[in-house]
Every structure is written in structure tokens, then in C-alpha cells.
């Protein structure tokens, strides 16, 4: 399953249905729309192929991911990928973050914006931020993070019942 978590993605949504369909074809699409306020919604009703969640209110991120998760495991799904609705995950590079996941290597894998360098759309304070939670989260897992609060991750059904659990 791929999961894109999305709020006010109307200038976005699409294309990166497009982007999916061509990268991952056997993945079934979820789009969890957080309540836009734009055009997003609608834009989902019609398009063809995806499913979709639309929340009744905005309950951020983290409740858009969480009923994505449940919707995951509610509905017997193996492996779950997850590119954020405003496109930054280029959909070409899942498989990158899937494969490790679905050869059983790994519970869950986090992809990285920082591995060739800075990204280009990070301001200042956050790209401190985030540097502060990787070297935090490096600390604590005793493994290297370049990229703790990234939002392209790929998941198993055990990492994801962890989650449903725990989140």
C-alpha cells in the first residue's frame, strides 16, 4: 500500500498519483486528505483507481498517518511505503526505501533528504532542527540518522501494528 498523508494538495495531488502509478504499479494508493480546505477533496473524488480517507476535521500528520496505518492493517496489507501528498518524496525512489523492508532485512526504513548534501527548501531553523532530533535519535538507536523527521518511510505489518499501538 502506498500511503500519502495529504492537507491542501490541490496543485500537487495528481501528479503525484501519476508519479506513483508509474514507480510502484502494484501499489495500491491511499490519499488520507486531513480536511483541506482547497480543492484537494474533490480533485480525489474524481480521479480514477485510488482510494481515499477525508477526515472530518484537521487532525494533523500524525492522525492523518495513524488512520492510514490502521486503514493498512485493517485491510491485510504486507507493506506499507509513505511519500508526504506535497510531492517532496520523488515517487522513482521508493522502491529504494521499500526493497530493504520487503526482503525482510529491515521493519521499517526512513528515506533521506540530506544524504547528497543540504535540501535546497529547508530554512535555516529548520534544517537545525532537524539535525538536532538525527543527532538525538543517532545517540539513543546507536545508529546514524541524517534525516530523523523525514516523512518517506516504508513499513512492514509488524513495524505497523507497533506503531498502531504505541504511535
Known amino acids: ?23 510502484l504499479p502494484e501499489g495500491e ?3 488520507v486528505n486531513d480536511c483541506s480546505t482547497d480543492n484537494t477533496g474533490k480533485i ?11 477526515l472530518p476535521f484537521n487532525m494533523g ?10 486503514y493498512m492493517y485493517e485491510n491485510d496489507y504486507d507493506l506499507l511505503v509513505r511519500l508526504d501528498g506535497d510531492g517532496q518524496h520523488p ?9 530493504p523492508v520487503r526482503q525482510g532485512s529491515l521493519d521499517a526504513a526512513v528515506g533521506s533528504r540530506y544524504l547528497d ?16 532530533l538525527s543527532f538525538l535519535s543517532a545517540i ?17 505489518r509488524r513495524a505497523v501494528e507497533y506503531l498502531i499501538r504505541d504511535y
Not at 1 to 23: H, K, T, W, Y
Not at 44 to 54: A, H, V
Not at 143 to 153: A, E, H, L, Q
Open 117 to 132: 548534501g543540504e535540501a535546497a527548501y529547508s530554512s535555516f531553523t529548520r534544517k537545525l532542527g532537524i539535525k538536532l
Open 1 to 23: 500500500m502506498v500511503l500519502v498523508p495529504a492537507f491542501n494538495e490541490e496543485g500537487n495531488i495528481e501528479q503525484l498519483v501519476a508519479d506513483i502509478r508509474e514507480s
Open 61 to 70: 500528520i500524525g492522525g492523518a498517518v495513524l488512520s492510514g496505518f490502521n
Open 91 to 99: 515517487a522513482d525512489q521508493a522502491v529504494s526505501v521499500l526493497e
Open 44 to 54: 480525489l473524488r474524481r480521479m480514477k483507481g485510488i482510494r481515499f480517507l477525508n
Open 29 to 31: 494508493i491511499l490519499v
Open 140 to 156: 539513543i538507536l546507536r545508529k546514524k540518522m541524517t534525516d530523523s523527521t523525514s516523512g518517506f518511510r516504508a513499513y512492514n
